[in-house]
Nanobody, 126 residues
Framework: QVQLVESGGGSVQPGGSLRLSCALSGRTFSSYTMGWFRQAPGKEREFVAAISGTGFTPFYADSVKGRFTISRDNAKNTVYLQMNILKPEDTAVYYC???????????????????WGQGTQVTVSS
């Protein structure tokens, strides 16, 4: 049984930082591209960041480049999203996703991902 469990969400003031974690069980972690998406109220779910199975290649949405960093620890089956200089527009539910790394699909696309976590709320407000 495949399971993705996210943690680390919460409330923070603008300019602050949070670190999200997501642990995968039930699959060989290094065989999966791991991604983070977010969904704000009334908006579609959007790509935030992704990382290749080896961890050598990260991908970022333009809106978070230079502020967010994605990383993974294949020994711990865990992917991280370090979020710095948070803005109110970063407020959303953040979802972790896993997609088979050996497909030709785009890491930016939701359709590339087979498994999703339950989501964790991030609120940026003064």
């Amino acid at each position: 049984q495949v399971q993705l469990v996210e943690s680390g969400g919460g409330s923070v003031q603008p300019g602050g930082s949070l670190r999200l974690s997501c642990a995968l069980s039930g699959r060989t972690f290094s065989s999966y591209t791991m991604g983070w998406f977010r969904q704000a109220p009334g908006k579609e779910r959007e790509f935030v960041a992704a990382i290749s199975g080896t961890g050598f290649t990260p991908f970022y949405a333009d809106s978070v480049k230079g502020r967010f960093t994605i990383s993974r620890d294949n020994a711990k089956n865990t992917v991280y999203l370090q979020m710095n200089i948070l803005k109110p527009e970063d407020t959303a539910v953040y979802y972790c996703a896993a997609g088979w790394a050996y497909t030709s699909g785009s890491p930016y696309s939701r359709t590339n991902y087979d498994y999703w976590g339950q989501g964790t709320q991030v609120t940026v407000s003064s």
